[in-house]
């Protein structure tokens, strides 16, 4: 018997969290498209996130960011992956309740660095001391992470199928974001 998804299921969490390798296998298995709102930002600007955050600010960003977003949640159910500090806009997180739900998958500080150390893709990591910053930004935003709909606890040990599993696992608690066919 296969899971008929109600609401779009937002992945939130810090950068290495595996939002997009989760959320890709999440809606694989079941059977609704996958999005991610930093690639939906990329096609629309036709530059990528460190050119616009290099051009434009992070201010900028977080406004095209929050459109994109938006425009997302009022498409096809789907399974929606965030960049990091997506869900620490309230207007973000306050659309997200309302038309989808927020699990965010949490992954302590040095799973996230084992992750994004040799990782040139993250502009905000661009720092004299990158470990510091990915823990300043760490300790900022897991208060914010906490208010999210859903918790998902990620482990070394797990692959993306397994957190995709443990993904499921949350959201069988939610009868108002996945049914059964």
């Not at 109600?6 to 609704?32: C, H, Q």
């Not at 070394?156 to 397994?162: F, G, M, T």
């Amino acid at each position: 018997m296969g899971w008929r998804l109600k609401k779009t299921v937002v992945m939130v969490g810090m950068m290495g969290a595996g939002k997009t390798a989760v959320g890709t296998s999440l809606a694989r298995r079941l059977g609704v498209p996958f999005l991610d709102s930093d690639e939906e930002i990329v096609k629309a600007a036709n530059m990528s996130i460190a050119e616009i955050f290099a051009r434009d600010g992070e201010a900028f960003f977080r406004r095209k960011e929050s459109q994109v977003i938006s425009r997302l949640l009022e498409t096809e159910r789907c399974v929606l992956s965030t960049g990091g500090g997506a869900f620490l806009s309230e207007q973000n997180r306050r659309a997200i309740s309302e038309k989808g739900v927020a699990v965010w998958l949490k992954a302590d500080l040095p799973l996230l660095w084992n992750r994004v150390r040799h990782k040139d893709t993250r502009p905000l990591l661009r720092t004299s001391d990158p470990y510091r910053t990915l823990s300043e930004i760490y300790e900022a935003r897991v208060p914010v992470y906490a208010t999210a709909d859903l918790v998902v606890e990620a482990r070394d040990e797990y692959s993306v199928d397994d957190m995709a599993d443990a993904v499921i696992a949350a959201l069988k608690t939610r009868p108002d974001v996945l049914g059964k066919d």
